[in-house]
Antibody, heavy 115, light 110 residues
Framework: EVQLVESGGGLVQPAGSLRLSCAVS????????MSWVRQAPGKGLEWVSI???????YYADSVKGRFTISRDNSRNTLYLQMNSLRPEDTAVYYC?????????WGQGTLVTVSS | QAVVTQEPSLTVSPGGTVTLTCGSS?????????PYWFQQKPGQAPRTLIF???DKHPWTPARFSGSLLGGKATLTLSGAQPEDEAEYYC??????????FGGGTKLTVL
């Protein structure tokens, strides 16, 4: 059974940092393309970043240079290191796989950037 | 960055058929954009209905189908049910280096 469990969210001050984790069961992270997607309160979905199974990574312009996506193959876990956080980064963050493992989604983790 | 366009809202009668569309500011949507369709109900995480234009998960209701038509990706709902009332998002790849969501379509079953 596929399961994705996000964690690591919380309240952080502007310019602060957080690291999000996504623990995956039911498939192997290193063999799949994986993304982080976020949703600000009352808003639509926004793609944040992707790591392909070959290790290539890409980012939305809004987070480029501040966020880093990575994975730990031994832990079967996806990460998002978020630095220089801004109030506009406030959102629920979801990890998501692609293709045949693209459902279900996890419940997400809430990041609030506020002083 | 490309802009992905969807109808802001649509209404369908119970048992009726409705088609949601997903366009791209860069031109025609093709299979190379690997279109995805997600359903999100209030207070819930999204669910993936369709991936790679028309592929479904085993649990995707048969009444949902994906295709390409007229330069857009489409999601067709045939035989709408009250539980299909939700927000629907499309999602497109741009040469793999960027993925973009549409703004979402709020579907009302009434």
């Amino acid at each position: 059974e596929v399961q994705l469990v996000e964690s690591g969210g919380g309240l952080v001050q502007p310019a602060g940092s957080l690291r999000l984790s996504c623990a995956v069961s039911g498939f192997t992270v290193r063999n799949n393309h994986m993304s982080w997607v976020r949703q600000a309160p009352g808003k639509g979905l926004e793609w944040v970043s992707i790591i392909y199974n070959n290790g290539n990574t890409y980012y939305a312009d809004s987070v480029k240079g501040r966020f880093t996506i990575s994975r730990d193959n031994s832990r079967n876990t996806l990460y998002l290191q978020m630095n220089s956080l801004r109030p506009e980064d406030t959102a629920v963050y979801y990890c998501v796989a692609y293709g045949g493992n693209s459902d279900p989604w996890g419940q997400g983790t809430l990041v609030t950037v506020s002083s | 960055q490309a802009v992905v366009t969807q109808e802001p809202s649509l209404t369908v009668s119970p048992g009726g058929t409705v088609t949601l569309t997903c366009g791209s500011s860069t031109g025609a949507v093709t299979s190379g954009h690997y279109p995805y369709w997600f359903q999100q109900k209030p207070g819930q995480a999204p669910r993936t209905l369709i991936f790679d234009t028309r592929d479904k998960h085993p649990w995707t209701p048969a009444r949902f189908s994906g295709s390409l038509l007229g330069g857009k990706a489409t999601l067709t709902l045939s035989g709408a049910q009250p539980e299909d009332e939700a927000e629907y998002y499309c999602f497109l790849s741009y040469s793999g280096a960027s993925w973009v969501f549409g703004g979402g379509t709020k579907l009302t079953v009434l």
